[in-house]
């Protein structure tokens, strides 16, 4: 029974060793920026550039609305200056007037909508920076956290190289021929307990012959399952 202890024992390293490699995979596949980060960085240079964009928005409205009130300030002096006696130049100098301030009406709704645009998109800027910034720690903690723990899994992937290289001159070549077999062919189960008469690995129970000879030093097979059999007392 000493020969399938021995198996039983290579195949928990084994088992341990894919499970800790499969961990390890996930650790590292998930070291680097993630896709909330990206996203919420993203989302703040939208932010950042919508202010800009409102920014210079304001701007032009601004300069547009200072050019029409000097230039209504301008017609508007010559008009009652005296000097333009002329009926004609007169009315097309008032038709002038009145279209620059329709014209300046229109400019200044533009620009207070700009404005609470732009103040909109501030605030909006400073929230996508916040929650940035919020993500970023939040990142920068995971980060650290699994940093550790591929130290741990690579640690232990060590450990159990070690044990495993211990383990493998005690069992002879034919016994772990047949074990890496059925490792193959049997989902990685190559080795199945007997617990109250019954194989684990198929459920099937093992006759008492059979049984007793699971108890001895040569490896004993399961009739229905065919996987090596350790009979736990």
Known sequence: ???AKRLYRL???D?????????????EGALGES????SAREAA???VEAVRRWTVRQQDLELQVGALKKKIADSERRLYSGNVRNPKELSDLQAEVGSLKRRLERREEELLEAMI???EAEEAARRAQEHLEAVEREWSAEQAALREE???LESHLQEIAEVRNALLPSIPPGDLEAYRSLRQTKGGLAVAQVIN?????????????????ARGTDLVFCGNCERILLVVE
């Open 150 to 152: 591929k130290e741990r």
């Open 1 to 3: 029974m000493e020969r």
């Open 15 to 27: 088992q341990d060793e894919e499970k800790t490699r499969r961990r390890l995979a996930e650790v």
């Open 117 to 119: 645009g732009l103040e």
């Open 11 to 13: 195949q928990e390293l």
């Open 45 to 47: 240079q939208q932010a």
């Open 35 to 38: 896709a909330r980060l990206r």
């Open 197 to 213: 008469g019954a194989c684990v690995g198929c459920g099937m129970e093992v006759p008492s012959a059979r049984l007793q000879a």
